[in-house]
């Protein structure tokens, strides 16, 4: 029997011997505090280096950017104050020191856990783009660090605007040269850094940057509570349309809206870092669409359980004064309630309150035609008393919704600063096979997590969870049970949630780690079960509701996965298994986000893909009614009632603004809509899709609005079924610009219709199957443009109906049941059909799916950690752990294979290693992450060989050997002067493996020297070659998800040799190639993705075999690159852009290219002139895209022999150069503005069945 009570009050027992129990000594902070304490402003003086200010009577004393020039000290505050935050200028008499120019200096702390510390600071002598970045790292009492990157905007800007993380403290009307005013604005700024919370802090490292500059530094106590998971409503809105997400005035209750009525707080006004009496508050995200405040339902927020002396809450009530109940929990199961009034924000009287902010006006009204109103408006602090003598595990929100928390900061107690146990990693027992070696620091159970259908076990998973965040990251181990939550959960940065798992097409159903989740029924709009901060990963994990257990009766829940939304990382999801929920993952602002393996009954909805930049990933998807159906859980309702249940309200994939997404392997059953193609109010969806397959549903693809630049759908089955089923629906949303590919793809409803099409877009189809339809036709449309080209109709009965607003249509070479096809067309476009019997000249991409390699990892469970004796690696990023590593590398080796774990920590290495044979050199990270996220992991710092490209490799591989879950990072690199170096990693044997690397600044990034080998989810740039298959013989390689990108090192936690933000957006490397493969044959890539390099794939010599499925090139020189002689090359879904003119060129051959090579389905923009054909080799081109509207000649054929069909065109000139050099052109069935015209020298190519649009 389900005993709520029973639950919460063993658990809280357990995690109480557990953590920080009665008697256990972790340590203890040295004195309490209480609000009105004082913020900590720190002497400087010692780390002052230069003068920056100068009076205006004697305006050549000092020099504050190498030009002499200096702020007026005449104008400067010598005290300011902004956002509660006091500081105080050093000296301004001349000759005094009064600025700090970072070079690494140290500031000694005096250990304690602050929560914010404000910079007074701005750049000087920055470049064009007005900025200039540095990296400070926080080095705590416990010995580990953290680090946070700042961007300073320069103090003669004369830009006002504030970013993210910067305040405008002052402007001053000039500034001075040595001999004069310079009449323009001058400004300081205020930044804030953000210390691990919780975390006593014992030194301050500064950036080594001179360009940046540091006035005064205070300093507050406190511990921020991560409110992410628990905001549920939008309070703020902005002013003006100042950014896209920024927008004017929303109120109308969807995205912003705090008081119900549209009526929201001024973000312009806000400070979303404020202090008062000494306690700083950090509130949430203002931009569009954020939530950012949580109104009280009666929530419970888990607390970092320790002592503390106060709750401080950030808030105000709306719809006049509201009066509700605080429930302090403390560890040993007691409670005390707090009775709290919050003020109504624009009570007329504030007196007798504390106020964090006062504000003078307010929005109102409804999205983009609101209006300022001129109502004083307030943000209040309450405080809640605690009980010191215990430890505190979380607070219970009154039951009011119109009581509104915006923030809340905990002051620490007498005996607060608890440490977690020292983490023990170590290989996990498993009860099912696994595809790697278990590794882990924790595991749930070491936190008392009891897998026994009865405990309530979020506070232990999450204590374990936070615990590994505390010390840098890693994974949390989960054994095979059944836990149960009666709360919700959030995976911090580079913590991997893991547990147990088997795929349910192979019995694992049932099986593994079962997380039961009990929070929320009835509230869709409540806290998700998880929630997944940046760069972080759940695993191996089956989700199961118990209480949505009645089909007739179905309850609504919030989403069982969300990305939190200020972290703009995505999560990896892998090995997952949904029992029923309501909604699956919400995947907003999860640039990078990765799904695989994820299988489940979802009943409203599976995914929400929205605000992505790139690459979000989607592979083997498949959400059925028969996972649940079939699980054993509970007493599972029919697969036939969920159905139906699905196709009334459920809807599989919402795709939004997604920018090259890619989807591989998505099975998608019952739904009422199975993809939902639509714009959000960030944009469109582009990106390729494979193997997509609809079945038993209504719709089987809605293709609502979407973006420009296309879609391609390959390799796919979309089915419908009942009278109303359409397969592809197009409606009149599907606009004029929007274009779809669809190869080798079967559309089937056999009581409805495959195709129905109502907008003005172009939708094409090439060996398409039309297997079945009902008393209406195969393809119905009313507008827009068709193309239809080398596909069977497999039913004899009307295929074709053209409505009058059909704008054109081009059917050639196709094949009918019956001998007289039935194409009706009342349309007086240019519709083009030729009904002679299918032919085979049509070329056709490869038959069958992509091959998918195997798993790797170590034959052994032999582990050696490198921190532990007899190693004793150091990891402090100064101390030369090479030879600690390379000892436990060989002794693995000797032992016949292992995992040798190098836990979070930058190790120093000063020379190189070598990776036995069947052995792994591990991180921490079970997934790929994006370096710029601020908690990095394990770090290899590399320096060896600078200079000297022919030197040892860093990292060698033998056979069978591998690395995963690290990065390797070269200190002294440079993005405008690259420093070579030899490769990074190096394959040496067959079979060696690389997986979950992160390489942000490479040379040369990976070389494989023998077959069988395995590149998987590789990130980051590299300044010469990213991957260089040079002469690879033996089996087929593999190189997968390669996101090949300067994001790593450009973006977020910069490192001190970062590139400037959008340098290589300007300056794109014209020397790099991401993907270089010469002379070696049988090469295998998938849903790769370069950024910004000279050639984002180049295949030369005698290479052949190759198979490209999904690549994307974005901002190249050349997008594909091709020499040599090399046959069967195929490229199938492929993205391109190369921005801008010159050169630039999507697809390139050299005139060396006497081979073959294919493109099936290609979208493209943004380069000027297009792609060329220069050698003597064979070129196809089906289903080709080229958005670009400017100059014409989007394709230029020089030299060989080219094929064009079923290609769009919206240039209104000569699309197609055929030059008096090439061999042969055919070029039938394709789409131009006002026709498709081709400038032809060549004097007859074979040029027919072209339509305009």
């Known amino acids: 029997m389900f005993i709520k009570l029973a639950r919460v009050t063993l658990v809280i027992a357990l995690l109480f011997s557990v953590w920080g129990g009665a008697g256990e000594d972790f340590g203890s902070y040295s004195k309490a505090y209480a609000s009105g304490t004082s913020p900590v402003q720190l002497d400087l003086s010692p780390y002052f280096n230069n003068d920056a200010f100068s009076y205006d009577a004697n305006r050549s004393n000092g020099d504050l950017d190498g030009n002499g020039n200096t702020i007026s000290a005449d104008l400067v505050q010598v005290n300011p104050i902004y956002a509660g935050a006091p500081f105080t200028l050093g000296p301004l008499s001349d000759g005094s020191q009064n600025n700090i120019k970072p070079g690494g200096q140290i500031i000694e702390l005096d250990d304690e856990p602050y929560n914010s510390i404000r910079v007074l600071g701005a750049a000087s002598g920055t470049d064009e783009t007005g900025y200039s970045s540095g990296k400070f790292t926080f080095v705590y009492a416990d010995g580990t660090t953290s680090e946070e990157t700042l961007l300073m905007l320069d103090y003669r800007s004369q830009s006002a605007f504030d970013l993210e993380n910067q305040q405008t403290v002052q402007t001053m009307t000039h500034h001075h040269s040595k001999t004069a005013d310079i009449m323009e604005n001058a400004r300081l700024y205020q930044y804030n850094l953000s210390p691990e919370p919780g975390k006593k802090l014992d030194k301050l490292i500064l950036p080594n940057n001179a360009q940046l500059n540091i006035f005064a530094m205070t300093l507050f106590v406190g511990i921020s509570v991560d409110l992410f998971s628990e905001y549920n409503h939008d309070g703020f809105s902005y002013d003006t349309d100042t950014h896209p997400w920024r927008n004017r005035k929303?109120?109308?209750?969807?995205?912003?809206?705090?008081?119900?009525?549209?009526?929201?707080?001024?973000?312009?006004?806000?400070?979303?870092?404020?202090?008062?009496?000494?306690?700083?508050?950090?509130?949430?995200?203002?931009?569009?669409?954020?939530?950012?405040?949580?109104?009280?339902?009666?929530?419970?927020?888990?607390?970092?359980?320790?002592?503390?002396?106060?709750?401080?809450?950030?808030?105000?009530?709306?719809?006049?004064?509201?009066?509700?109940?605080?429930?302090?929990?403390?560890?040993d199961g007691t409670y005390d309630d707090m009775s709290v009034t919050m003020k109504d924000w624009a009570t007329a009287n504030p007196s007798g309150q504390h106020i964090l902010q006062t504000l003078n006006h307010r929005h109102t009204g409804p999205r983009g035609s609101g209006s300022d109103e001129s109502v004083t408006n307030y943000i209040f602090v309450y405080e809640l008393a605690v009980d010191t003598a215990k430890s505190v595990s979380g607070i219970v929100l009154p039951n009011e919704w119109n009581m509104h928390i915006l923030a809340m900061t905990l002051l620490p107690g007498p005996t607060g600063g608890v440490v977690p146990p020292a983490p023990d990693p170590r290989v996990m027992p498993l009860t099912l096979p696994?595809?790697?070696?278990?590794?882990?620091?924790?595991?749930?159970?070491?936190?008392?997590?009891?897998?026994?259908?009865?405990?309530?076990?979020?506070?232990?998973?999450?204590?374990?969870?936070?615990?590994?965040?505390?010390?840098?990251?890693?994974?949390?181990?989960?054994?095979?049970?059944?836990?149960?939550?009666?709360?919700?959960?959030?995976?911090?940065?580079?913590?991997?949630?893991?547990?147990?798992?088997?795929?349910?097409?192979?019995?694992?159903?049932?099986?593994?780690?079962?997380?039961?989740?009990?929070?929320?029924?009835?509230?869709?709009?409540?806290?998700?079960?998880?929630?997944?901060?940046?760069?972080?990963?759940?695993?191996?994990?089956?989700?199961?509701?118990?209480?949505?257990?009645?089909?007739?009766?179905?309850?609504?829940?919030?989403?069982?996965?969300?990305?939190?939304?200020?972290?703009?990382?995505?999560?990896?999801?892998?090995?997952i298994t949904l029992i029923n929920s309501y909604k699956g993952f919400n995947l907003f602002l999860a640039a990078c986000s990765y799904s695989k393996n994820i299988y489940g009954t979802v009943l409203k909805q599976g995914f929400e893909i929205d605000k992505i930049g790139d690459i979000l990933r989607m592979e083997t998807v498949h959400l059925r009614p028969k996972y649940w159906a079939d699980s054993g859980l509970g007493t599972p309702p029919t697969e036939s009632s969920i159905m139906a249940y699905q196709r009334a309200n459920g809807t599989g994939v919402v795709q939004k603004k997604n920018d090259w997404g890619y989807m591989y392997d998505v099975f998608l059953e019952g739904y009422g809509i199975g993809l939902l193609v639509e714009e959000g109010i960030y944009g469109k969806y582009n990106g390729q899709i494979q193997k997509l397959r609809t079945e038993n549903g209504k719709i089987g693809i809605k293709l609502a609005d979407p973006s420009g630049a296309g879609i391609t759908i390959s390799n796919s089955t979309i089915n419908t079924t009942g009278s109303d089923g359409i397969s592809v629906e197009a409606?009149?949303?599907?606009?004029?610009?929007?274009?779809?590919?669809?190869?080798?793809?079967?559309?089937?409803?056999?009581?409805?219709?495959?195709?129905?099409?109502?907008?003005?877009?172009?939708?094409?189809?090439?060996?398409?199957?039309?297997?079945?339809?009902?008393?209406?036709?195969?393809?119905?449309?009313?507008?827009?443009?068709?193309?239809?080209?080398?596909?069977?109709?497999?039913?004899?009965?009307?295929?074709?109906?053209?409505?009058?607003?059909?704008?054109?249509?081009?059917?050639?070479?196709?094949?009918?049941?019956?001998?007289?096809?039935?194409?009706?067309?009342?349309?007086?476009?240019?519709?083009?059909?030729?009904n002679d019997a299918r032919t085979a000249f049509s070329p056709q991409l490869p038959a069958g799916d992509p091959l998918i390699p195997a798993n790797r990892k170590p034959s052994t469970s032999n582990f050696f950690n490198v921190k532990k004796a007899p190693y004793n690696a150091e990891a402090d990023g100064t101390t030369d752990d090479t030879g600690a590593i390379q000892d436990a590398l060989d002794d693995a080796g000797t032992a016949g294979g292992g995992t040798v774990y190098l836990p979070a920590g930058r190790y120093n290495i000063a020379g190189h290693l070598s990776v036995p044979g069947n052995v792994e050199l591990r991180g921490v990270s079970d997934g790929p992450y994006h370096y710029g996220s601020k908690r990095k992991g394990t770090v290899l710092l590399a320096s060896e060989n600078q200079g000297d490209e022919s030197g040892d490799p860093f990292l060698a591989l033998g056979q069978d050997a591998g690395v995963r879950g690290l990065s390797v990072f070269y200190p002294i690199q440079n993005f405008s002067a690259p420093i070579a170096y030899p490769a990074t990693i190096q394959g040496n044997g067959a079979g060696a493996y690389v997986k979950d690397v992160t390489l942000p600044d490479s040379y040369t990034g990976i070389k494989m020297n023998e077959g069988d080998y395995l590149i998987d989810y590789v990130r980051g740039v590299a300044l010469k070659t990213f991957i260089d298959l040079d002469g690879v013989n033996g089996d087929p390689g593999y190189i997968r998800n390669l996101m090949n990108t300067v994001g790593d090192w450009q973006d977020a936690g910069?490192?001190?040799?970062?590139?400037?933000?959008?340098?290589?957006?300007?300056?794109?490397?014209?020397?790099?190639?991401?993907?270089?493969?010469?002379?070696?044959?049988?090469?295998?890539?998938?849903?790769?993705?370069?950024?910004?390099?000279?050639?984002?794939?180049?295949?030369?010599?005698?290479?052949?075999?190759?198979?490209?499925?999904?690549?994307?090139?974005?901002?190249?020189?050349?997008?594909?690159?091709?020499?040599?002689?090399?046959?069967?090359?195929?490229?199938?879904?492929?993205?391109?852009?190369?921005?801008?003119?010159?050169?630039?060129?999507?697809?390139?051959?050299?005139?060396?290219?006497?081979?073959?090579?294919?493109?099936?389905?290609?979208?493209?923009?943004?380069?000027?002139?297009?792609?060329?054909?220069?050698?003597?080799?064979?070129?196809?081109?089906?289903?080709?895209?080229?958005?670009?509207?400017?100059?014409?000649?989007?394709?230029?054929?020089?030299?060989?022999?080219?094929?064009?069909?079923?290609?769009?065109?919206?240039?209104?000139?000569?699309?197609?150069?055929?030059?008096?050099?090439?061999?042969?052109?055919?070029?039938?069935?394709?789409?131009?503005?006002?026709?498709?015209?081709?400038?032809?020298?060549?004097?007859?190519?074979?040029?027919?069945?072209?339509?305009?649009?």
């Open 1054 to 1253: 910069r490192e001190d040799n970062a590139p400037r933000i959008n340098w290589w957006m300007n300056t794109p490397s014209t020397m790099a190639t991401g993907i270089r493969i010469h002379n070696t044959s049988h090469v295998n890539v998938f849903q790769s993705f370069s950024y910004g390099v000279g050639y984002g794939i180049g295949i030369s010599g005698n290479s052949s075999d190759i198979q490209v499925y999904g690549f994307g090139a974005d901002n190249a020189e050349h997008g594909v690159e091709l020499g040599g002689s090399g046959t069967n090359i195929n490229f199938i879904n492929t993205q391109l852009t190369a921005i801008g003119g010159g050169n630039k060129r999507y697809i390139n051959t050299a005139h060396t290219f006497t081979g073959d090579v294919k493109f099936f389905n290609t979208i493209a923009w943004a380069a000027q002139n297009g792609s060329q054909f220069n050698g003597p080799g064979s070129v196809t081109l089906q289903q080709y895209h080229d958005t670009y509207s400017g100059n014409p000649y989007r394709i230029r054929h020089i030299s060989g022999k080219l094929w064009l069909d079923s290609s769009v065109f919206p240039q209104v000139s000569d699309q197609v150069y055929i030059s008096l050099g090439a061999e042969d052109a055919a070029i039938f069935a394709n789409v131009g503005v006002n026709g498709l015209q081709v400038h032809n020298d060549l004097g007859d190519p074979d040029v027919w069945m072209n339509i305009r649009k």
């Open 250 to 331: 929303i109120g109308d209750g969807a995205y912003d809206s705090l008081a119900g009525s549209g009526k929201t707080y001024s973000a312009n006004l806000v400070h979303r870092i404020n202090a008062l009496d000494g306690v700083s508050y950090s509130l949430g995200l203002f931009e569009d669409a954020y939530d950012n405040a949580v109104a009280a339902v009666g929530q419970t927020i888990p607390l970092r359980r320790d002592n503390y002396s106060s709750v401080q809450v950030a808030g105000s009530a709306t719809a006049g004064d509201k009066t509700g109940t605080f429930r302090i929990l403390y560890t």
């Open 731 to 834: 409606p009149s949303t599907f606009d004029e610009e929007a274009v779809v590919f669809f190869n080798s793809t079967t559309f089937g409803s056999p009581d409805g219709i495959p195709v129905k099409m109502d907008g003005a877009g172009t939708l094409s189809f090439a060996h398409a199957t039309f297997s079945d339809w009902g008393s209406g036709r195969a393809v119905e449309a009313s507008d827009g443009t068709l193309i239809i080209t080398s596909s069977v109709f497999g039913v004899d009965q009307p295929e074709v109906w053209l409505g009058s607003g059909v704008s054109s249509l081009t059917m050639v070479g196709n094949e009918f049941a019956g001998n007289s096809p039935d194409v009706h067309s009342l349309s007086s476009g240019d519709i083009k059909f030729n």
């Open 434 to 575: 696994s595809e790697d070696v278990p590794v882990a620091m924790y595991s749930v159970t070491d936190f008392g997590a009891v897998a026994n259908d009865l405990i309530d076990d979020t506070a232990a998973f999450q204590q374990a969870l936070d615990a590994a965040a505390f010390y840098g990251g890693g994974v949390v181990f989960a054994p095979a049970g059944r836990y149960v939550f009666e709360g919700h959960l959030s995976v911090p940065e580079l913590v991997t949630l893991r547990g147990e798992w088997q795929n349910p097409e192979q019995g694992g159903l049932g099986t593994g780690t079962i997380l039961m989740s009990y929070e929320n029924k009835g509230n869709e709009n409540g806290a998700a079960f998880i929630s997944t901060k940046q760069s972080s990963t759940v695993r191996d994990v089956t989700i199961w509701y118990p209480e949505q257990d009645d089909i007739g009766n179905i309850q609504a829940y919030p989403w069982t996965i969300a990305a939190d939304l200020t972290t703009r990382i995505g999560p990896t999801l892998k090995n």
